[in-house]
């Protein structure tokens, strides 16, 4: 038995052989539970609009006050949510006991119909069709990244997880190219950088949406992540503290990490190492400015070694440029 309070009005039992696990949290943390604890088990909670699906033959116990469902692949889907009195329950956990003593509920079977189909992030739509832009975090998907978008307190929503993983996907998508085109409904290519189009010519996944780390799901987001950890050089590695220090963020405690928050700080650097360096600039103009700084560093060098003061250089990262 699952028992899962997903919201501060809804609660739900789901019935589901071989698993016992009990938790009262947020609905993303719940969504990410099922899911990983079977991959034939398909559970979606949103928290905008409290939806949620389930896969057929799983038993749903009404508890408190249902919202409407829908399924991802087929809207028209019709299923029964039935509340249950006390007399029908095996056994109660002391959360359930405790839930069940702040609700009467009464033995209703109801059939649940909804238009609104639930998108899951392992569908391969959720990058065009999932909700973005419902809460406090500034983004859109139509046109280019914006100053709105990539101010400090924008970013600063990114590292305290107060938006979505896809809203965060979507600015940094935005920042490396892609472009939305709302009447087919597609992310297009043609503006992004040219080297990070080579290796990913559609928008990958930069966090790990599904939030399942196995490394038949995961590797590909891992992969991409690391790509534009490579392309920040080594004096933009600390942006995060130098630019989000104002607003409170002080640095992540080791013991605290996970590989949401890695991912999330992450992308807000080089969101900011993007604004600093890269945001206004075409192609040409970047590589220019490359060129200039290059010749600038070699002349300094040549300055020092005349004067006989040439330091060592300490070791620095290679740096894989997204242009």
Request: glycine fraction near 4%; hydrophobic fraction near 30%; charge should be neutral.
């Amino acid at each position: 038995d699952i028992s899962a309070r997903c919201s501060l009005r809804s609660t739900i039992k789901i019935t589901a052989k071989g698993f016992s696990y009990i938790s009262r949290s947020s609905t993303m943390i719940a969504t990410s539970l099922l899911m990983r604890l079977s991959p034939t088990l398909f559970f979606a909670a949103t928290h905008e609009t409290h939806s949620f699906t389930f896969v057929p033959r799983i038993t749903v116990r009404h508890v408190n006050i249902a919202t409407p469902c829908g399924n991802p692949h087929n809207s028209d889907c019709v299923f029964k949510m039935t509340s249950t009195s006390d007399e029908e329950e095996e056994e109660k956990s002391p959360l359930e006991m405790a839930l069940a003593a702040s609700t009467t509920p009464k033995v209703v079977d109801r059939e649940i119909k909804s238009d609104v189909p639930v998108i899951l992030p392992s569908d391969p739509r959720f990058s065009t069709h999932g909700i973005i832009g419902d809460g406090n975090f500034t983004i859109s998907r139509v046109g280019g990244p914006t100053k709105e978008e990539l101010s400090n307190e924008n970013l600063y929503e990114i590292l305290m997880i107060t938006c979505s993983d896809l809203e965060v996907n979507t600015l940094v998508w935005k920042c490396l190219g892609y472009r939305f085109n709302p009447d087919e409904k597609v992310w297009t290519n043609e503006e992004v950088f040219p080297k990070w189009k080579e290796k990913f010519p559609e928008p990958p996944d930069l966090i790990g949406m599904q939030r399942i780390y196995t490394k038949e799901v995961d590797q590909p987001s891992l992969k991409s992540n690391q790509q534009l950890v490579k392309s920040v050089p080594a004096d933009n590695k600390q942006s995060l503290k130098t630019h989000l220090r104002p607003l409170g963020f002080t640095g992540y405690q080791y013991a605290e990490l996970t590989p949401n928050k890695t991912r999330r700080a992450q992308c807000a650097n080089w969101l900011l190492f993007y604004r600093e360096e890269l945001f206004g600039f075409t192609v040409e103009e970047l590589r220019e400015r490359r060129r200039l700084k290059n010749e600038a560093e070699e002349k300094e060098k040549q300055r020092l070694k005349d004067e006989g003061k040439e330091e060592e250089e300490g070791w620095k990262p290679p740096v894989r440029e997204v242009y």
